[in-house]
């Protein structure tokens, strides 16, 4: 029996991919949006640490600074995090 015309086949390991394992196959595909969250994590933390040493070089008994830093960096996080994970989503559509 013909198999159906609109079943997906699997076209096999990329040229890339080719003599990987199947763990490491997946981490390759997986590295973008690890990335992506890597990009996240060191912007919240970044400024965090920005607003952190401002307030402590300032001498602000309230500390402001830090939690502007820490919204400011959530902000560019997720616009980095959303770029990247976009981006690796059109390149996985065209590979």
Request: hydrophobic fraction near 45%; proline fraction near 5%.
């Amino acid at each position: 029996m013909p198999a159906p015309v609109d079943a997906k086949i699997d076209p096999g390991p990329r040229d890339s991919e080719r003599g990987l394992s199947g763990g490491a196959a997946a981490y390759r595909r997986a590295e973008p949006y690890m990335a992506a969250s890597s990009t996240l994590m060191g912007s919240v933390a970044a400024f965090t640490a920005i607003g952190y040493g401002l307030d402590r070089w300032l001498g602000h008994t309230v500390q402001w600074l830090l939690v502007t830093g820490a919204v400011i960096g959530i902000v560019v996080g997720f616009i980095g995090f959303f770029t990247r994970v976009l981006r690796a989503d059109a390149d996985a559509k065209r590979a």
